[in-house]
């Protein structure tokens, strides 16, 4: 049985993109070629040299917001982190909170501009129902607190830049905590020119909570499992995708998002769906709605590589990586693409 130790490699640091490409959609992509177990290397803005007429490529159009909020416990003054992961109601949400020690109900919370926020419930694993307050317009202050929450790896603070390269030019939905990286790639223009090619382009929304972060906590892949994370899918999407199969085309799935979305659901239902997933794929795992995977490089022992593993072939997927480290190809969200077909 596979372990986590199986998802493992070494990256040198110098290859954890610390900023997005200059031009949008200008990275490096790998077409990883499961069938003849080959790799090449093209710009990214030629993806659609290698989507035909018959295919659907599936985006996730979750936004995220301004999720990540820093502050100081009243009284001690200690300080204090907020990572929004749900809106409960207009005032209430359910945060992530670190230190995880603060999570006492009772505990508040100061912010800039008057805001706060008072726990009202310990979830558990640093997690908290907060309920917040201000003397204004709270909705607009949570908002203009808080800041884009980029990944951990990125060893710098946000900045406005991020505001626009941390997001998909089709983000429309709001509610993630971390970007839907595979789509980051994007353009109007690459995705126009994919519509000409005559693939149809269809959407779902997975809203990505914080577990994407995290590593695998137990050392059998089996073992573990996944946070809960929202979706939603239109029935039109959802006919789209059951028209790309009927002319034997390719569901292309943009990023490990779309992935787990599609693989949570039917798409022979004929109505919209909603719910939540936690599903966690790993090897061996049989894809039912998925033909190719277009996809960022992970961290290791996460996931997200789990993920793609199972998709390509753990072993494929190893010497891809490998090949990718010796070509210097950057990794991680603000970094390079690959597209297994």
């Known amino acids: 049985m596979l372990t986590k130790s199986d998802l493992m490699y070494d990256l040198p640091e110098e290859l954890i993109a610390q900023h997005p490409p200059e031009i949008r959609g200008t990275c ?11 790799f090449s290397e093209v710009e990214f803005n030629r993806i659609s040299d290698f989507i035909t007429a018959d295919d659907a490529l599936i985006l996730n159009n979750t936004r995220v917001i301004r999720a990540r909020l820093k502050g100081e416990r009243e009284l001690t003054g200690g300080t204090v982190e907020l990572l929004l992961l749900e809106k409960i109601t207009h005032l209430v949400w359910k945060t992530m909170v670190r230190p995880g020690r603060r999570c006492r109900a009772g505990n508040v919370f100061s ?4 805001l706060k926020a008072t726990v009202k419930e310990n979830l558990g694993l640093g997690r908290a129902l907060v309920e917040f307050s201000s003397e204004g317009q709270t909705g607009e202050l949570i908002h203009e607190v808080g800041t884009v929450p980029i990944p951990p790896y990125i060893k710098r603070p946000s900045d406005e ?14 509610g993630a905590v971390a970007a839907p990286t595979a789509g980051l790639h994007f353009t109007p223009e690459i995705l126009q020119r ?3 090619a005559g693939a149809s382009i269809d959407y779902l929304t997975l809203h990505v909570g914080p577990g994407t972060f995290q590593p695998l906590r137990n050392e059998m892949l089996a073992d573990n499992t996944m946070e809960e994370e929202r979706y939603a899918v239109s029935s039109d999407s959802l006919e789209a995708l059951r028209k790309c199969r009927s002319r034997n085309g390719r569901i292309i799935a943009v990023g490990t998002t779309v992935a787990r979305a599609l693989e949570s659901i039917d798409i022979n239902s ?13 090897p061996p795992y049989q894809f039912r709605n998925v033909d190719a995977l277009l996809t960022n490089f992970h961290l290791p022992g996460s996931s ?5 593993g199972s998709f390509a072939g753990l072993d494929l997927v190893m010497d891809a990586y490998k090949k990718a480290i010796q070509s210097k190809f950057m990794f991680y969200s603000y970094g390079d693409a690959m597209l297994i077909i």
């Open 161 to 174: 830049l991020d505001d626009v390269r941390y997001q998909t030019v089709f983000a429309e939905n709001d």
């Open 111 to 114: 912010f800039d501009h008057s």
């Open 304 to 308: 997200l590589i789990s993920l793609v």
């Open 270 to 282: 004929s109505k919209d769906l909603s719910g939540s997933t936690s599903i966690f794929i790993h």
């Open 194 to 196: 994919i519509q000409n």
């Open 28 to 38: 490096r992509l790998m077409i990883l070629n499961r069938k003849e177990r080959t």
